[in-house]
């Protein structure tokens, strides 16, 4: 069993700055790629950004220059730092992972319980 757990989340003024963290714990013989999505009330979810194990990173068009990811492979931690941060980035933020359980590669999608994200005008 894989665990997810997303910290960091909470009210902000426009133009300000938070981090979130999701932190995988669990029997897990890797990570591949780790993933941030955010859903709005009435919207889809929608990917934010994603980092592989290698570190190769991808962001929404909507983050872009603002919201950086990065991941600790030691610790199995996923962050999101975001800056700039607008009244349309309100949402809540749901950590993913794809986890290897075995030697033999056996693969599954993990989610968090997310972490809820408000920007103030």
């Known amino acids: 069993q894989v665990q997810l757990v997303e910290s960091g989340g909470g009210l902000v003024q426009a133009g300000g700055s938070l981090r979130l963290s999701c932190a995988a714990s669990?029997?897990?013989?890797?990570?591949?790629?780790m993933n941030w999505y955010r859903q709005a009330p009435g919207k889809q979810r929608e990917l934010v950004a994603y980092?592989?194990?290698?570190?190769?990173?991808t962001y929404a068009n909507s983050v872009k220059g603002r919201f950086t990811i990065s991941r600790d492979n030691a610790k199995n931690t996923v962050y999101l730092q975001m800056n700039s941060l607008k009244p349309e980035d309100t949402a809540v933020y749901l950590c993913?992972?794809?986890?290897?359980?075995?030697?033999?590669?056996?693969?599954?999608?993990?989610w968090g319980q997310g972490t809820q994200v408000t920007v103030s005008s």
């Open positions: 980092i592989t194990s290698g570190g190769k990173t």
């Open positions: 669990g029997i897990i013989f890797s990570i591949n790629a």
């Open positions: 993913n992972a794809g986890v290897v359980v075995d030697a033999r590669g056996h693969q599954y999608s993990y």
